[in-house]
């Protein structure tokens, strides 16, 4: 999937209704798993949604971030935004889609204060993008750059 076939609203919705029942007791979650009421079956299938929009880095997925952080019901649901969808778009694009993160947060305050929580592994930004996030992630300071590829031979195949 890579257009939404819905508003980003109703997904966002979905979305945290999963979250909602993903962190409910054992027995609501296998009632959950199955059901085959259609409303249901939307509901589960809103993660999958979410990720797959994020996996493919369409700026789509940038506009359903900010939908995502801004219908967070609290703090803890900010963190689940920070930690899941964002962080794979980071990721996956954070080198492509840099530029336009940085216009985002400049421009939306909600999503600013989720970027700041975002966790970046070490070598996954580039230098570019690194910079351009700085401001907005303060954490890149202690997270190791990308280093370009060596050309030539590998030093195994010497």
């Not at 700041?116 to 190791?144: K, N, Y």
């Amino acid at each position: 999937m890579t257009e939404p076939t819905e508003p980003l609203d109703d997904l966002a919705s979905r979305w945290w209704a999963y979250r909602v029942i993903w962190s409910a007791g054992r027995e609501d979650w296998l009632q959950f798993e199955a059901s085959d009421d259609p409303d249901v079956v939307a509901v589960r299938e809103a993660s999958t949604d979410v990720f797959m929009l994020m996996n493919a880095g369409e700026p789509v997925a940038l506009e359903l971030a900010r939908v995502l952080a801004h219908t967070a019901p609290d703090e803890d649901g900010l963190g689940a935004v920070c930690m899941g969808p964002l962080q794979v778009l980071l990721f996956h694009h954070g080198d492509d889609l840099a530029p336009q993160i940085d216009a985002l947060a400049g421009r939306d305050e909600q999503f600013a204060a989720a970027l700041a929580w975002v966790s970046v592994p070490d070598g996954r930004l580039g230098g570019t993008a690194h910079r351009i996030l700085l401001r907005w992630m303060p954490h890149l300071e202690h997270v190791a750059i990308r280093r370009p590829r060596r050309k030539g031979p590998r030093w195994k195949d010497r």
